[in-house]
Protein backbone atom coordinates (compact mmCIF):
# COMPACT_ATOMS: atom_id res chain seq x y z
CA UNK A 1 0.00 0.00 0.00
CA UNK A 2 1.78 3.32 -1.11
CA UNK A 3 0.11 5.01 2.14
CA UNK A 4 -2.10 8.64 1.55
CA UNK A 5 0.24 10.60 -1.23
CA UNK A 6 0.17 14.39 -0.84
CA UNK A 7 1.78 16.64 -3.72
CA UNK A 8 3.39 18.72 -3.61
CA UNK A 9 5.56 18.37 -0.62
CA UNK A 10 7.23 21.90 -0.89
CA UNK A 11 5.43 25.08 -2.20
CA UNK A 12 6.45 28.34 -1.78
CA UNK A 13 4.14 31.14 -3.46
CA UNK A 14 3.93 34.81 -3.32
CA UNK A 15 1.08 36.88 -1.60
CA UNK A 16 -1.89 36.62 -3.62
CA UNK A 17 -1.46 33.06 -5.48
CA UNK A 18 -4.13 30.99 -5.72
CA UNK A 19 -1.99 27.47 -4.36
CA UNK A 20 -4.19 24.12 -4.31
CA UNK A 21 -3.07 21.17 -2.22
CA UNK A 22 -3.91 17.90 -3.47
CA UNK A 23 -3.92 14.31 -1.65
CA UNK A 24 -4.86 10.83 -2.53
CA UNK A 25 -6.24 8.55 0.54
CA UNK A 26 -5.45 4.61 1.01
CA UNK A 27 -7.74 2.89 -1.01
CA UNK A 28 -11.26 1.89 0.59
CA UNK A 29 -10.66 4.44 3.16
CA UNK A 30 -13.62 6.42 3.52
CA UNK A 31 -12.78 9.44 6.17
CA UNK A 32 -10.31 12.11 5.08
CA UNK A 33 -9.30 14.57 7.14
CA UNK A 34 -7.18 17.93 6.14
CA UNK A 35 -4.66 19.13 9.50
CA UNK A 36 -2.38 22.43 9.17
CA UNK A 37 0.54 22.51 11.72
CA UNK A 38 2.58 25.27 12.93
CA UNK A 39 5.04 26.01 15.83
CA UNK A 40 2.38 28.42 17.23
CA UNK A 41 -0.83 26.68 17.16
CA UNK A 42 0.69 23.10 16.46
CA UNK A 43 -1.83 20.13 14.51
CA UNK A 44 -5.22 21.91 13.90
CA UNK A 45 -8.27 20.18 11.86
CA UNK A 46 -9.36 21.86 9.43
CA UNK A 47 -11.97 19.88 7.71
CA UNK A 48 -12.79 16.48 7.89
CA UNK A 49 -14.70 14.81 4.84
CA UNK A 50 -16.76 10.96 5.24
CA UNK A 51 -17.70 9.40 2.12
CA UNK A 52 -16.67 12.26 0.11
CA UNK A 53 -19.22 14.76 1.98
CA UNK A 54 -17.63 17.54 4.47
CA UNK A 55 -18.88 16.98 7.99
CA UNK A 56 -17.46 19.39 10.03
CA UNK A 57 -15.85 22.55 8.29
CA UNK A 58 -15.39 24.58 11.50
CA UNK A 59 -11.41 24.77 11.24
CA UNK A 60 -11.05 26.25 7.66
CA UNK A 61 -9.70 29.68 8.83
CA UNK A 62 -11.75 32.02 6.28
CA UNK A 63 -13.41 32.18 3.17
CA UNK A 64 -9.77 31.97 1.43
CA UNK A 65 -10.00 28.31 2.40
CA UNK A 66 -11.71 26.19 0.39
CA UNK A 67 -11.60 22.24 0.20
CA UNK A 68 -13.19 19.60 -2.27
CA UNK A 69 -13.98 15.73 -2.58
CA UNK A 70 -14.85 14.74 -6.14
CA UNK A 71 -14.66 11.07 -5.41
CA UNK A 72 -13.15 8.61 -2.85
CA UNK A 73 -9.17 8.85 -4.32
CA UNK A 74 -9.05 12.40 -4.90
CA UNK A 75 -8.72 15.91 -2.73
CA UNK A 76 -7.79 19.57 -2.72
CA UNK A 77 -7.20 22.35 -0.09
CA UNK A 78 -7.04 25.56 -2.21
CA UNK A 79 -6.59 28.88 -0.69
CA UNK A 80 -6.90 31.82 -2.70
CA UNK A 81 -5.76 34.50 -2.39
CA UNK A 82 -2.78 32.90 -0.04
CA UNK A 83 -1.08 35.11 2.57
CA UNK A 84 2.02 34.47 4.77
CA UNK A 85 0.35 33.49 7.54
CA UNK A 86 -0.73 30.62 5.66
CA UNK A 87 2.69 29.23 5.84
CA UNK A 88 2.26 26.27 7.60
CA UNK A 89 2.30 22.17 6.76
CA UNK A 90 -0.39 21.14 5.63
CA UNK A 91 -1.02 17.16 6.08
CA UNK A 92 -3.90 15.17 4.79
CA UNK A 93 -5.09 11.90 6.72
CA UNK A 94 -7.32 9.17 5.79
CA UNK A 95 -9.06 6.37 7.58
CA UNK A 96 -12.11 4.11 8.10
CA UNK A 97 -15.32 4.69 9.44
CA UNK A 98 -15.29 3.37 13.06
CA UNK A 99 -14.51 5.06 16.15
CA UNK A 100 -11.46 2.65 17.20
CA UNK A 101 -9.95 2.90 13.97
CA UNK A 102 -7.00 5.14 13.67
CA UNK A 103 -5.88 8.47 11.39
CA UNK A 104 -3.04 7.56 8.50
CA UNK A 105 -1.17 10.29 7.85
CA UNK A 106 0.50 11.53 4.14
CA UNK A 107 4.32 13.38 4.54
CA UNK A 108 2.48 17.00 4.37
CA UNK A 109 3.22 19.51 2.20
CA UNK A 110 4.98 22.29 3.59
CA UNK A 111 3.51 25.57 2.08
CA UNK A 112 5.35 29.07 2.49
CA UNK A 113 4.00 32.46 1.17
CA UNK A 114 6.16 34.83 0.71
CA UNK B 1 -16.16 17.87 23.64
CA UNK B 2 -13.02 16.03 23.82
CA UNK B 3 -9.61 17.25 24.28
CA UNK B 4 -6.07 16.51 25.46
CA UNK B 5 -3.32 17.90 27.20
CA UNK B 6 0.31 16.85 27.17
CA UNK B 7 2.54 18.12 29.96
CA UNK B 8 5.55 18.91 29.16
CA UNK B 9 6.53 20.78 25.73
CA UNK B 10 10.45 19.43 25.83
CA UNK B 11 11.46 15.83 27.58
CA UNK B 12 15.20 15.10 28.03
CA UNK B 13 16.05 11.69 29.17
CA UNK B 14 19.63 9.61 28.61
CA UNK B 15 20.12 6.75 26.45
CA UNK B 16 19.08 3.22 28.09
CA UNK B 17 16.52 5.45 30.57
CA UNK B 18 12.97 5.45 31.45
CA UNK B 19 10.71 7.46 29.06
CA UNK B 20 7.57 8.71 30.54
CA UNK B 21 5.23 11.29 28.52
CA UNK B 22 2.55 12.31 30.44
CA UNK B 23 -1.36 12.87 28.60
CA UNK B 24 -4.42 13.71 30.32
CA UNK B 25 -7.73 13.54 28.30
CA UNK B 26 -10.92 15.26 28.30
CA UNK B 27 -14.30 13.18 26.89
CA UNK B 28 -18.08 13.09 28.18
CA UNK B 29 -18.13 9.81 26.26
CA UNK B 30 -15.60 6.73 27.03
CA UNK B 31 -12.49 7.50 25.19
CA UNK B 32 -10.47 6.13 22.32
CA UNK B 33 -6.92 6.99 22.59
CA UNK B 34 -4.67 7.32 20.43
CA UNK B 35 -0.11 8.19 20.66
CA UNK B 36 1.29 9.15 17.50
CA UNK B 37 5.17 9.80 16.89
CA UNK B 38 6.41 12.66 13.99
CA UNK B 39 9.83 12.14 13.01
CA UNK B 40 11.72 15.61 11.34
CA UNK B 41 10.04 16.49 8.16
CA UNK B 42 7.64 13.33 8.11
CA UNK B 43 4.20 12.74 8.58
CA UNK B 44 2.92 11.31 11.83
CA UNK B 45 2.93 7.52 12.42
CA UNK B 46 1.01 5.74 14.90
CA UNK B 47 2.43 4.02 17.87
CA UNK B 48 -0.55 2.44 19.70
CA UNK B 49 -3.73 2.79 20.30
CA UNK B 50 -6.48 2.52 23.46
CA UNK B 51 -10.20 1.53 22.36
CA UNK B 52 -11.63 -1.29 24.36
CA UNK B 53 -10.27 -4.28 26.33
CA UNK B 54 -7.22 -4.43 28.00
CA UNK B 55 -5.64 -1.06 29.41
CA UNK B 56 -2.43 -1.71 28.82
CA UNK B 57 -1.63 -0.90 25.28
CA UNK B 58 1.99 -2.36 23.48
CA UNK B 59 2.52 -0.39 20.63
CA UNK B 60 5.38 -0.19 17.98
CA UNK B 61 9.25 0.54 19.24
CA UNK B 62 9.15 -1.08 22.43
CA UNK B 63 6.33 1.62 23.37
CA UNK B 64 3.12 1.28 26.06
CA UNK B 65 0.56 3.44 27.52
CA UNK B 66 -1.90 2.12 30.09
CA UNK B 67 -5.50 3.67 30.34
CA UNK B 68 -6.33 4.84 33.65
CA UNK B 69 -9.84 6.01 33.68
CA UNK B 70 -9.73 7.34 36.96
CA UNK B 71 -6.88 9.29 36.62
CA UNK B 72 -7.96 10.72 32.83
CA UNK B 73 -4.36 9.59 31.80
CA UNK B 74 -3.07 7.37 28.85
CA UNK B 75 0.88 8.01 29.74
CA UNK B 76 3.47 6.50 27.11
CA UNK B 77 6.19 4.70 28.33
CA UNK B 78 9.03 2.98 26.99
CA UNK B 79 11.47 0.92 29.79
CA UNK B 80 14.71 1.74 27.71
CA UNK B 81 15.39 4.95 25.41
CA UNK B 82 17.19 4.73 22.37
CA UNK B 83 18.91 7.72 20.70
CA UNK B 84 16.18 6.88 17.81
CA UNK B 85 13.27 7.70 19.56
CA UNK B 86 14.05 11.29 19.18
CA UNK B 87 11.34 13.06 18.07
CA UNK B 88 8.01 14.51 18.75
CA UNK B 89 5.14 12.88 20.24
CA UNK B 90 1.43 13.70 20.37
CA UNK B 91 -1.55 12.08 21.95
CA UNK B 92 -5.17 12.14 20.30
CA UNK B 93 -8.69 11.29 21.20
CA UNK B 94 -11.56 10.60 18.98
CA UNK B 95 -14.31 12.75 19.42
CA UNK B 96 -18.05 10.64 18.72
CA UNK B 97 -20.90 11.33 16.85
CA UNK B 98 -20.63 13.87 13.60
CA UNK B 99 -17.13 14.56 15.62
CA UNK B 100 -15.41 11.48 14.96
CA UNK B 101 -12.18 13.68 14.06
CA UNK B 102 -8.84 13.29 16.18
CA UNK B 103 -8.19 15.93 18.29
CA UNK B 104 -4.38 16.35 19.22
CA UNK B 105 -2.26 17.76 22.18
CA UNK B 106 0.15 20.26 21.75
CA UNK B 107 2.89 17.81 21.59
CA UNK B 108 5.95 16.45 23.82
CA UNK B 109 9.37 17.16 21.53
CA UNK B 110 11.82 14.02 23.03
CA UNK B 111 15.58 14.28 23.28
CA UNK B 112 17.18 11.75 24.21
CA UNK B 113 21.22 12.27 25.22
CA UNK B 114 23.81 9.96 25.09
Known amino acids: DAGVIQSPRHEVTEMGQEVTLRCKPI?????LFWYRQTMMRGLELLIY????????DSGMPEDRFSAKMPNASFSTLKIQPSEPRDSAVYFC????????????FGQGTRLTVV | AQSVTQLGSHVSVSEGALVLLRCNYS??????LFWYVQYPNQGLQLLLK??????LVKGINGFEAEFKKSETSFHLTKPSAHMSDAAEYFC????????????FGSGTQLTVLP
Open chain 1, 93 to 104: ASGRAGMNTEAF
Open chain 1, 27 to 31: SGHNS
Open chain 1, 49 to 56: FNNNVPID
Open chain 2, 27 to 32: SSVPPY
Open chain 2, 50 to 55: YTTGAT
Open chain 2, 92 to 103: AVRGSGSARQLT
